[in-house]
């Protein structure tokens, strides 16, 4: 099947930068959508931003100025890089794919998180 397998969060101070990553791998025979999500405790799942194959991007408000979200197509690897943190940027990030397999069926799958802590 498929895997996404998400790294680079961590421990940060207020204004400082963390570049996540994510890896999808498996049978994929083609990936059209790629974006990120964040969950912070006690609230639900938002998103943060998306990019499809052929680059073209969405932001939330929360996002614009500050994040940058990217691929490599030929990895199948989606990036994003954060910088300026706030502490409310605190959450779990989770990376999420649509992708289309190698026996056809297009499925939406979901990293298993990565946490992003942004100390005041």
């Known amino acids: 099947q498929v895997q996404l397998v998400e790294s680079g969060g961590g421990l940060v101070q207020a204004g400082g930068s963390l570049r996540l990553s994510c890896a999808a791998s498996?049978?994929?025979?083609?990936?059209?959508?790629m974006g990120w999500y964040r969950q912070a405790p006690g609230k639900q799942r938002e998103l943060v931003a998306t990019?499809?194959?052929?680059?073209?991007?969405n932001y939330a408000d929360s996002a614009k100025g500050r994040f940058t979200i990217s691929r490599d197509n030929a990895k199948n690897t989606v990036y994003l890089q954060m910088n300026s943190l706030k502490p409310e940027d605190t959450a779990v990030f989770y990376c999420?794919?649509?992708?289309?397999?190698?026996?056809?069926?297009?499925?939406?799958?979901w990293g298993q998180g990565t946490q992003v802590t942004v100390s005041s």
């Open positions: 990019i499809t194959s052929g680059g073209f991007t």
């Open positions: 999420n794919a649509f992708i289309r397999l190698t026996s056809g069926l297009v499925r939406d799958y």
């Open positions: 498996g049978s994929i025979f083609s990936i059209n959508y």
